[in-house]
């Protein structure tokens, strides 16, 4: 089955500065990757996903880059605030294998 | 609109007792999953409903382990008799039935701690 890594574990920044969590993912067939966010006490929500179709997507200050070679995603997240401070887990599914195979998940803390 | 809902948010129980929690699905999605995390370690999938059917059960972890979902609404997960690696949360997704959707919207998770 899909086996997805993420590094690091926790990562602290600075406010204002930016921050990148990467993961690698196992199966040539995963082409849906989702990235989640959880907040202390909060459900994870799904914060941006990419397509193996394109090879990056931005959506205001969060970004993600796709390498299909590499098999590898990365979450960019720019210009950080106090409220980006959470847990954030990559995931990877197939077409036609609605299972998310999830990272272990990334402890991100912004410091004011 | 309603987001998944999970009950009960937390749960104690002894091991060898029975627990069963439940999950409600957004209204109309046809796609609902049970995930489970322990304690510093990934989320994890156990299976995938699609309606009233099993699409997928192939991270149930064993047969303590039941999964409902009569009438394709509500599901149910039992476990029974609990053991310790049976704590963790439990987390409930959701997703509609429509193709090219790929979504999946996360309930906020049932903690279960076998002591």
């Known amino acids: 089955g899909e086996n997805v890594e993420q590094h690091p574990s926790t990562l602290s920044v600075q406010e204002g500065d930016s921050a990148v969590i990467k993961c690698t993912y196992s199966?040539?067939?995963?082409?849906?990757f989702p990235w989640y966010k959880q907040e202390l006490g909060k459900r994870p929500q799904l914060i941006i996903d990419i397509r193996s179709n394109v090879g990056e997507k931005k959506d205001q200050r969060i970004a993600v880059t796709l390498n299909k070679t590499a098999k590898h995603f990365s979450l960019h997240i720019t210009e950080t605030q106090p409220e980006d401070s959470a847990v954030y887990f990559c995931?990877?599914?197939?077409?036609?294998?609605?299972?998310?195979?999830f990272g272990k998940g990334n402890q991100v803390v912004v410091i004011p | 609109e309603a987001g998944v809902t999970q009950f009960p948010s937390h749960s104690v129980i002894e091991k060898g007792q029975t627990v069963t929690l439940r999950c409600d699905p957004i209204?109309?999605?046809?796609?609902l999953y049970w995930y489970r995390r322990v304690m510093g370690k990934e989320i994890k999938f156990l299976l995938h409903?699609?309606?009233?059917?099993?699409?997928?059960e192939s991270g149930m972890p064993n047969n303590r382990f039941l999964a409902e979902r009569t009438g394709g609404t509500y599901s149910t997960l039992k476990v029974q008799p609990a053991e310790l690696e049976d704590s963790g949360v439990y987390f409930c997704a959701s997703s509609p039935g429509t193709s090219g959707v790929r979504e999946q919207f996360f309930g906020p998770g049932t903690r279960l701690t076998v002591l």
């Open positions: 995931a990877a599914s197939s077409y036609g294998n609605n299972r998310l195979a």
């Open positions: 209204s109309g999605h046809d796609n």
């Open positions: 199966d040539s067939a995963s082409n849906y």
């Open positions: 409903f699609v309606k009233e059917s099993k699409q997928d």
